[in-house]
């Protein structure tokens, strides 16, 4: 019989992940990334059309992928999610809390984020954010847990942000069209909410074989203006913005059985951001 090692630890093999918001930027390298390591994965996300896309390029890759349509808004729609993840595998081994209303700052998206400074900014847009970013996260794992506690185990891995973390600093967001860009707050206290959700469950959990933990990613490099870039990279001690290839070790360790002791915890990779 060969030894096992530490590697073996990080295997997958046989288990089922659900990704919420699978087919967003890290969406798609976190299901990669715990395919590789041997999952069945379930990318959920509100855009069918993305996420039927990652699925079946990661089919094509020989990895085993499905994808769903999910409103984590909507308390119906996650448990059709959960029930079609067993239908499809006979198990929900791990969940991940991914998707989430991220006003990002990279080519895609400049222009669609709200340009309000806070004393502005609308109680509608407040309201939608908390509802997707947290709300959404809770009716996600109330549809997953019961199936995990059928089967006497399951992971959970919450993605919070540094901006649960630390205050965002509004002086790296540049002027675009002659307009500040404001990091909105509902941002930073629905990713601060989401550690306390982290600690809640693990703790709820205790004695059920149901570990519970956040990642919290820095800013990951997609094509950002230079300016902002440079800005993001002087505040962290690395000085740079993460690689979008950075957060998937993180992921799967959390994942797999590689963090067996480790639940209401949180593991920042934000390249000493919140260190500085
Ligand atoms: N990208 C970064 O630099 C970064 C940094 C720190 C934290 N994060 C966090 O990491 C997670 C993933 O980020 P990302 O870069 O993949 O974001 P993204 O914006 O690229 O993807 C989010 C995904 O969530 C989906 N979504 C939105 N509303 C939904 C709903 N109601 N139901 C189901 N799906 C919905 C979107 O369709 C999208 O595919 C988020 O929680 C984000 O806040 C990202």
Known sequence: ?????????????????????GA??????????????????????????AAQAHAEALTQKGYRAHAAMLNVTEPESCKQVVADSLKLYGSVDVLVNSAAMDPKFDPQNLGKQNKNAF???????????????????????QATV????DAGRGVIVNICSTYGLNGPDQRIYP?????????????????????????????Y?????IRVNALTPGGVFN???QTFADNYAAKTIMGRMARIDE??????????DASSYMTGSNLVVDGGWTAW
Request: charged letters at 15%.
């Open 24 to 49: 967003g930027l890290l969406g798609k390298r976190f299901t990669l990334a715990l395919a590789q390591a041997g999952a069945n994965v379930m990318v959920a996300d509100l855009n069918l059309d």
């Open 175 to 203: 002027e675009v069209d002659g307009q500040v860009l404001y990091k909105p707050g509902d941002y930073s206290v629905a990713k601060a909410g989401v550690l306390g959700f982290t600690r809640y469950l693990a703790a």
């Open 247 to 256: 957060m998937d070790a993180a992921m799967l360790f959390l994942c797999s």
């Open 146 to 149: 019961p199936a995990m506690l």
């Open 119 to 141: 004393e502005h900014y609308s109680p509608e847009a407040w309201r939608f954010t908390l509802d997707i970013n947290l709300t959404g996260m809770f009716l996600a794992t």
């Open 223 to 225: 094509n950002h203006n």
């Open 1 to 21: 019989m060969t030894e096992k090692t530490v590697l073996d630890k990080f295997s997958l093999q046989g288990k089922t992940a659900l990704v919420t918001g």
């Open 205 to 209: 959990y205790a004695g059920k074989n």
